[in-house]
């Protein structure tokens, strides 16, 4: 079976990935293989079948040491006898107890990332007839995110695309599934990873038109003129430092038997495609990576455009707030009072706090939808990745069903998330003496959450859950599964929100 998964994907050379369940792995001609192994063994899966292919050679060189299986080692064993492959790249799992997709997909990432350093032609992929259908997939995932660099403007990559690859032991519609959702991830990593000269509003909205054709979503681009006839002024102001106007994108999806009324999840993103700080500047280590400040926008637009390549049956509404925050002479200023959509009056008291002024009127936009629920992702604060560190995102809500069912969904995919606290005395630090509220809170302790706090005032209600990904979406240093750059996270786990349990 061949699939085509063109839709997530710009252009660029083919490579299909497919499943062929029945092919035996010593009998394929291929660049290389990639088997899996855990840490207690050989045990009597697909890998104690290489095994005896090679003559005993796996077992060999697990009894010598050569070979662990602990998490990501990741081991080439070049001409291996008894295989038609070149190579065959041994992967460690670590504890079969503690196997799960999150480590299934880091570990396939691993090897596939290994392995596209070099051209490759073919590459087979050997899973296990004991993964689940969501761990085969995650695998596959993984596969097709690991041979994808960041570098895009290189002539000379570093990462490439394997001409093909074929997964054994897999069924054909995991794999399919699979490959979807690995290319939703590296959607959203190539969109992060695009500097803020040639990836701004507007040529944002122009990406997201692409990826709306290509998967069948219906959508809305407020220009300037419309966000002014919609009172979108806090998206306006924060825009008009820049000589690039700011966009509200607005995608429908409706899964097949979705009903026509309410959509089940908002989904919104700040797409900030450039954040300086604006008038509050930031110094100059700080702003390097701004770039990444639409990551949530663009993990929105990802997974939408996955749902709906997955044809899940849901129906979502997005919108992302595109605007870049500059210095330009009509910048927005401290002490300004912005009157957002919703009516309530902002009083600026740093203009890097942007985000949170973008998404008042992103917030007010998806309420008129009355969607069951809304989930916003954003680089928000510098704040909760001192209170998390790197890898994990934080998640803030009004409705903890609706918190626990993204923490889940996260968990099952293998990306860290941790909530915090919402108290009431924290609305206390977002008063203003001049207007309804203030964009910051009063000194810089909990920073993340008077940021959630002050979200919070624009959906009406309605549950809602804030993931701030300013720590994961971005990796300043390459991984050993993933190069540096965009992550793509958060599209695994809202695509397995929407799924539900397995
Ligand atoms: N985009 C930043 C947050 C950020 C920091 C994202 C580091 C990714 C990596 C956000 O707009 C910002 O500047 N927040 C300020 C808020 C402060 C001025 C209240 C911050 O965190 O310092
Ligand atoms: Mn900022
Ligand atoms: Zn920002």
Same mark, same amino acid.
């Given at each position: 079976?061949?699939?085509?998964?063109?839709?997530?994907?710009?252009?660029?050379?083919?490579?299909?990935?497919? !499943?062929?369940?029945?092919?035996?792995?010593?009998?394929?001609?291929?660049?290389?293989?990639?088997?899996?192994?855990?840490?207690?063994?050989?045990?009597?899966?697909?890998?104690?079948?290489?095994?005896?292919?090679?003559?005993?050679?796996?077992?060999?060189?697990?009894?010598?040491?050569?070979?662990?299986?602990?998490?990501?080692?990741?081991?080439?064993?070049?001409?291996?006898?008894?295989?038609?492959?070149?190579?065959?790249?041994?992967?460690?799992?670590?504890?079969?107890?503690?196997?799960?997709?999150?480590?299934?997909?880091?570990?396939?990432?691993?090897?596939?990332?290994?392995?596209?350093?070099?051209?490759?032609?073919?590459?087979?992929?050997?899973?296990?007839?004991?993964?689940?259908?969501?761990?085969?997939?995650?695998?596959?995932?993984?596969?097709?995110?690991?041979?994808?660099?960041?570098?895009?403007?290189?002539?000379?990559?570093?990462?490439?695309?394997?001409?093909?690859?074929?997964?054994?032991?897999?069924?054909?519609?995991?794999?399919?599934?699979?490959?979807?959702?690995?290319?939703?991830?590296?959607?959203?990593?190539?969109?992060?990873?695009?500097?803020?000269?040639?990836?701004?509003?507007?040529?944002?909205?122009?990406?997201? !038109?692409?990826?709306?054709?290509?998967?069948?979503?219906?959508?809305?681009?407020?220009?300037?003129?419309?966000?002014?006839?919609?009172?979108?002024?806090?998206?306006?102001?924060?825009?008009?430092?820049?000589?690039?106007?700011?966009?509200?994108?607005?995608?429908?999806?409706?899964?097949?038997?979705?009903?026509?009324?309410?959509?089940?999840?908002?989904?919104?993103?700040?797409?900030?495609?450039?954040?300086?700080?604006?008038?509050?500047?930031?110094?100059?280590?700080?702003?390097?990576?701004?770039?990444?400040?639409?990551?949530?926008?663009?993990?929105?637009?990802? !997974?939408?455009?996955?749902?709906?390549?997955?044809?899940?049956?849901?129906?979502?509404?997005?919108?992302?707030?595109?605007?870049?925050?500059?210095?330009?002479?009509?910048?927005?200023?401290?002490?300004?009072?912005?009157?957002?959509?919703?009516?309530?009056?902002?009083?600026?008291?740093?203009?890097?706090?942007?985000?949170?002024?973008?998404?008042?009127?992103?917030?007010?936009?998806?309420?008129?939808?009355?969607?069951?629920?809304?989930?916003?992702?954003?680089?928000?604060?510098?704040?909760?990745?001192?209170?998390?560190?790197?890898?994990?995102?934080?998640?803030?809500?009004?409705?903890?069903?609706?918190?626990?069912?993204? !923490?889940?969904?996260?968990?099952?995919?293998?990306?860290?998330?941790?909530?915090?606290?919402?108290?009431?005395?924290?609305?206390?630090?977002?008063?203003?003496?001049?207007?309804?509220?203030?964009?910051?809170?009063?000194?810089?302790?909990?920073?993340?959450?008077?940021?959630?706090?002050?979200?919070?005032?624009?959906?009406?209600?309605?549950?809602?859950?804030?993931?701030?990904?300013?720590?994961?979406?971005?990796?300043?240093?390459?991984?050993?599964?993933?190069?540096?750059?965009?992550?793509?996270?958060?599209?695994?786990?809202?695509?397995?929100?929407?799924?539900?349990?397995?």
């Amino acid at each position: 079976m061949t699939n085509e998964f063109s839709h997530l994907r710009a252009g660029g050379a083919a490579g299909s990935i497919v !499943a062929d369940p029945s092919a035996r792995p010593e009998a394929i001609e291929a660049d290389a293989i990639v088997t899996f192994l855990t840490e207690g063994g050989i045990g009597s899966g697909t890998v104690a079948e290489i095994d005896r292919a090679t003559g005993g050679l796996l077992s060999r060189l697990t009894a010598a040491g050569e070979i662990t299986g602990k998490r990501y080692e990741c081991v080439p064993v070049l001409a291996a006898p008894g295989l038609k492959a070149g190579q065959l790249v041994v992967v460690g799992l670590g504890k079969r107890e503690d196997l799960d997709a999150g480590v299934l997909y880091r570990a396939a990432a691993t090897a596939s990332k290994h392995l596209a350093g070099r051209p490759r032609a073919k590459v087979v992929f050997v899973a296990d007839g004991s993964w689940s259908t969501r761990q085969t997939e995650q695998a596959v995932a993984g596969a097709a995110v690991g041979m994808v660099g960041q570098d895009l403007y290189r002539a000379e990559k570093k990462r490439t695309r394997f001409g093909s690859a074929v997964w054994l032991v897999a069924a054909a519609e995991a794999v399919a599934r699979g490959v979807v959702i690995g290319e939703g991830v590296n959607l959203a990593r190539r969109l992060v990873n695009m500097p803020a000269d040639d990836l701004y509003p507007q040529t944002f909205s122009e990406e997201a !038109a692409a990826v709306a054709g290509r998967t069948g979503m219906e959508i809305e681009i407020w220009d300037e003129e419309q966000l002014a006839r919609e009172r979108c002024h806090a998206i306006l102001a924060v825009g008009r430092g820049s000589s690039r106007a700011p966009r509200l994108v607005i995608l429908r999806y409706r899964g097949p038997g979705a009903h026509d009324g309410q959509p089940d999840i908002a989904l919104v993103g700040k797409g900030v495609t450039f954040d300086s700080g604006g008038l509050s500047l930031k110094p100059s280590d700080s702003m390097l990576t701004m770039k990444c400040d639409m990551s949530g926008g663009a993990a929105m637009l990802a !997974a939408a455009a996955t749902i709906a390549a997955l044809k899940l049956p849901v129906n979502l509404v997005v919108a992302i707030g595109l605007v870049e925050n500059m210095t330009g002479p009509a910048a927005y200023k401290l002490g300004d009072v912005i009157t957002a959509r919703s009516g309530t009056t902002i009083e600026i008291h740093n203009t890097d706090a942007e985000g949170r002024v973008v998404l008042a009127d992103v917030l007010d936009v998806v309420r008129g939808f009355k969607p069951k629920r809304i989930i916003d992702a954003a680089t928000l604060t510098g704040a909760c990745m001192v209170a998390l560190g790197h890898d994990v995102a934080g998640l803030f809500t009004n409705d903890q069903p609706c918190c626990d069912d993204l !923490a889940r969904a996260a968990r099952a995919v293998g990306e860290p998330v941790w909530q915090l606290p919402m108290y009431a005395d924290y609305d206390e630090q977002i008063r203003s003496d001049v207007a309804d509220i203030k964009n910051v809170g009063d000194g810089r302790w909990g920073g993340a959450i008077t940021a959630a706090k002050f979200l919070e005032r624009f959906v009406g209600g309605i549950p809602w859950t804030h993931v701030d990904i300013a720590g994961p979406a971005f990796a300043e240093k390459p991984r050993p599964w993933i190069d540096g750059g965009g992550t793509g996270s958060l599209v695994r786990p809202l695509v397995e929100l929407v799924r539900g349990p397995e």
